[in-house]
């Protein structure tokens, strides 16, 4: 038995040995690339062979040579070869004395040919052949009749549909399963080639629906698509098509099986955004769609079995229940032979952990034995999934497995688990020890600039979201860029460290880490580590004297940056220390009598070296753009100052907070920012207008608000222009009727119910053709006495009606009076208020005191947490700060801090800090609110902005 098993592995020893001698054989250098046969082509030599085709003896003696040159041909056109209009006539016609020849291959090679060609071609010349193809397409040779009809569809337009129509809907019905599906996908072309063709397609929508009876699958699939073209637009229509086909049972193909389970997740996800979910059990319609869903589970198809799973884990608003079926199949999919099924089945749980930890945790087992997998993606994704799904407890054990894993693999995988890591992290606190040593480790493995780069970017972020990992995290990039080859990240860790080094509770031990790159790099990184120095020095007076000689020694650095950092830094330090000179604590003090290691109030030092600009720099730049654009502006003989610049607002990208950790990539994500866009001040409409021009200066402007729907004839939407004193509305109305043109168009505001609005004046716009539009102001003055209250102003538009001709635009018939009602215009306090972060929250809410502050207690109707956050920032208009904006994810339950900033108009600085609690099983939140500001009637204005 032995020897038997012996000679086996022999002989299969040796069938590999063979194997591989064949493989080096015919292997095929990296040098020797593939050339194409055709590569040399000319084409006055193809268009002089073409001349075959007009000789009938050699094209029934010679059918393949005219396939080569057909292909030659066909090789011209798609190589950017163009024939010129009288080569392609010539060879055109050529081509159709083809259509003699019975040879099978060379009718197919002349199909293909009128179908690339149609579109370059004289219209008028390739109808020609409308009768040769109109003889195939009735011929009783299949193989002809349906590419006959392929290559129809490509020439025909409306008119010559009608007259083919009849032998095209007989064809949809054919016996044939080739001509069938010919018919029907050259339905499905024509029917997105134009309006009209469609018209005439909707027309065999019966013989479409007996084509889904049909034995052959791929005809069904073809007929469901195309039925589901004709019914799109047709919300009822779609509805009976899914209840029809999910009851019936009538579908055997698998593919038209996986078409209707995605329109049948098509309208799930419709009904879910208008409120009936299947969880809430509304609609008979979302019910009847998940049990056919839930049904197709268990098909003996492994195509349509999956497309029904996904289709579950994507839909909104499941329960966990709802979702466990089709977790189950895709967990027996983790152990399927094929690649493809595993990679399909991992990538959609990855996705449902997101959302749904727990549901998928139940496969951990089955994820656990994919970390070995051969595909390098499935075992990145199962790393992941695990990372999301696993206890606190198994962390240690996963970390084991991933640290082995790692190593093996390239670094754009390692990026994705680098990603898991931090997410992992932020769920788990209490873990970051382990969790920043864990990613530490592998700042000193081999690696590129983008894994290393992704590391540090993980590390930071946590540093910010989870405080506790502060002096450990330092601690670990101190240590790496000791031997750290990339410049751009020893200065963003040296950067990271003079920010957050002196307010840790040893501050002196980075100080060696810092100087030796003062000793050891190049020009850019010691400039970046003279800055640091200097920050420790000024928010530490105790290292003051040390740090003083450190920097002495870099006045005779050979880069003109470093020295001047240098220079500046012990010229600020010197004056601060003769001012302030630090008297160290007498050795017997006890601990509580020591006094803090921080700089005397007035310290020139901390001023000068720690104190940042007002506003960053894109910020100051647009708010010094903003400053030009204003009417007379730059012929005021007052100095710019950063008070007298005008107040801009945060951009959506500085919201988003894409370089909040100080790195250029996003950690979490691992997108590079987009680029930035040019910020269009979006008053420069007003400041257009001469009437305008004493305003002065626009406080800021609100986002466009809808006044119509935008299926209506005249569509308009509203920007509140904000000013001291005044509101500047600004309607922008498009015109969407072809016969019309509109005249000294304005909007009637009713200011009668208000106290504090006054309309003070109008400025029309006239000239509104069809499809234009063209903006028209109405000025609201303010009475400044009044406190601000929300109101509501009915809006009516006026205009007056010119007939015109739609083609040419000249006036014909009467002119007549039009007036249009809107939607009414609300005018809140939060308009008044300003977007702008602060960059120290916790010193601004120190620094304006409580001398002003209004404290108010609310109860809210909100269900989620997030739905209360959100509404809180909407209702007072201002600016989340420390990314309080964002629920944590291991939040549930616990109250949520708000911190909000913002500049009331008149520019005063406003300040307030939420609590929001929810109330548990009984519904709704509690909001505590504290309001600050230097003014406390603006205080209690923004207090009263709850509602």
């Not at 099986?257 to 509304?282: C, I, P």
Request: hydrophobic residues 40%; proline residues 5%; contains cysteine.
């Amino acid at each position: 038995m032995q020897d038997q098993q012996g000679q086996d592995a022999m002989g299969v020893g040796s069938m590999i040995r063979e194997v591989q001698e064949l493989a080096e054989k015919f292997k095929v250098e990296e040098d020797d690339q593939y050339i194409s046969p055709y590569a040399q082509l000319e084409k006055a030599t193809v268009l002089q062979e073409a001349r075959i085709f007009h000789d009938p003896t050699a094209v029934r003696e010679s059918p393949r040579k005219c396939c080569t040159v057909i292909a030659q041909l066909l090789h011209l056109q798609n190589t950017g070869q163009f024939l010129s209009g009288v080569e392609a006539t010539d060879v055109f016609f050529g081509v159709t004395k083809l259509f003699m020849s019975d040879d099978a291959s060379l009718r197919r090679m002349v199909y293909l040919f009128i179908k690339d060609v149609a579109e370059t071609c004289d219209p008028d010349d390739v109808i020609i052949v409308t009768s040769c193809l109109t003889k195939d397409m009735t011929c009783d040779v299949d193989l002809y009749r349906g590419n006959a009809l392929r290559v129809l569809v490509r020439i025909v337009d409306v008119a010559m549909l009608g007259a083919i129509e009849r032998y095209v809907k007989q064809a949809i019905v054919d016996s044939s399963g080739q001509v069938s599906s010919s018919a029907l996908v050259s339905a499905s072309h024509l029917f997105i080639s134009s309006p009209d063709c469609a018209a005439v397609v909707r027309r065999w929508i019966s013989e479409v629906q007996e084509a889904t009876q049909s034995a052959n699958e791929m005809v069904q699939f073809h007929a469901m698509q195309l039925l589901y073209q004709i019914k799109s637009h047709d919300r009822l229509g779609i509805s009976k098509l899914v209840s029809q086909f999910s009851t019936r049972n009538t579908l055997r193909s698998p593919l038209a099986l996986m078409l209707l389970v995605r329109y049948t997740a098509k309208l799930l996800t419709d009904e879910a955004n208008e409120g009936r979910t299947v969880s809430s059990d509304s609609s008979a319609v979302a019910k009847q769609g998940y049990q056919f869903l839930e049904a197709s589970l268990r098909h003996k198809s492994e195509l349509v079995v999956y497309e029904a799973a996904r289709a579950i884990c994507n839909l909104d608003g499941l329960e966990p229940q709802h979702l466990s079926p089709a977790i189950s199949v895709l967990q027996l999919f983790l152990s399927s032979p094929k690649p493809a099924t595993r990679y399909a089945a991992m990538r959609t749980l990855a996705a449902v952990a997101n959302q749904h930890p727990r549901v998928v945790s139940k496969c951990n087992e089955d994820l656990e034995a994919l970390i070995g997998d051969s595909n390098r993606s499935i075992a990145t994704l199962a790393i992941t999934t695990l990372l999301k799904t696993g206890s606190e407890n198994s962390i240690d054990r996963l970390l084991k497995q991933i640290s082995a894993f790692l190593t093996e693999i390239a670094d754009e995988f390692k990026i994705t688990v680098v990603r898991s890591l931090q997410k992992l992290c932020l769920t788990y606190p209490s873990k970051h020890r382990v969790l920043v040593g864990f990613l530490s480790n592998f700042l000193r493995e081999e690696g590129g600039f983008d894994f290393k780069k992704s590391i540090v970017a993980s590390i930071i972020s946590l540093i910010r979201t989870v405080p506790e990992t502060t002096e450990s995290s330092l601690l670990h990039l101190c240590e790496f860029i000791e031997d750290c080859e990339f410049t751009q990240l020893s200065t963003q860790i040296l950067h990271l460290l003079g920010e957050l080094g002196p307010t840790t509770t040893a501050p002196a031990r980075y100080i060696r880490f810092i100087y030796n790159r003062v000793i050891l790099e190049n020009s850019a990184v010691r400039a970046a580590a003279v800055s640091a120095l200097a920050k420790f020095a000024a928010q530490c007076p105790s290292l003051r004297s040390s740090i003083m000689t450190l920097l002495k020694r870099s006045l005779i650095d050979e880069d003109d940056e470093t020295r001047d950092r240098a220079a500046i830094a012990v010229a600020v330090l010197e004056d601060a220390m003769e001012k302030n000179p630090y008297v160290p604590p007498p050795e017997d003090a006890e601990a509580e009598d020591i006094p803090p290691d921080t700089p005397v109030a007035g310290d020139t030092a901390a001023y000068a070296l720690l104190e940042s600009l007002p506003m960053s720099f894109d910020k100051l730049e647009r708010s010094m753009k903003a400053y030009m654009s204003t009417p007379m502006s730059m012929e005021s003989s007052e100095p710019i100052t950063f008070a007298s610049l005008p107040i801009v607002e945060d951009t959506p990208e500085e919201i988003g907070g894409v370089t909040e950790n100080g790195m250029d990539l996003d950690p979490i994500n691992g997108l590079e920012p987009p680029k930035k866009k040019e910020v269009v001040d979006p008053a420069a409409a007003v400041y257009a207008i001469p009437e305008l021009a004493a305003l002065g200066r626009a406080f800021r402007s609100a986002p466009p608000v809808p006044l119509t729907e935008s299926e209506t004839e005249y569509v308009v939407t509203c920007v509140k222009h904000i000013f001291e004193k005044h509101v500047v509305l600004q309607f922008t109305v498009q015109n969407t009727i072809e016969e019309q043109r509109l005249d000294n168009v304005t909007v009637l505001i009713d200011d009668s119910d208000s106290e504090v609005f006054t309309a003070s004046g109008e400025i029309p716009v006239s000239g509104i053709r069809y499809g234009e539009s063209k903006n028209c102001f109405t000025v609201l003055e303010r009475n400044t006495d009044a406190p601000l209250s929300p109101g509501s102003f009915t809006c009516e538009l006026r205009f007056t009606v010119v007939q015109v001709d739609p083609a040419t635009g000249e006036e014909e018939g009467d002119t007549f009076e039009e007036e249009y009602p809107l939607e009414d215009l609300e005018i809140a306090t939060s308009d008044f208020m300003a977007k702008v972060t602060v960059a120290d929250f916790r010193k601004g809410w120190e620094t304006v005191g409580n001398a002003n502050e209004v404290l108010e207690k609310f109860a809210l109707q909100f269900k989620k947490m997030e739905e209360a956050v959100a509404a809180v920032v909407d209702f007072l208009g201002m600016q989340p700060c420390d990314g309080t904006g964002a629920i944590k994810p291991n939040a549930a339950g616990k109250p949520h801090m708000l911190h909000l900033s913002g500049v009331f108009v008149g520019g005063q600085q406003v300040l307030a800090r939420a609590q929001i609690v929810m109330q548990g099983e009984s519904g709704g939140v509690i909001l505590k609110i504290a309001v600050r500001s230097d003014d406390a009637d603006v205080s209690r204005m923004v207090a009263d902005c709850i509602r």
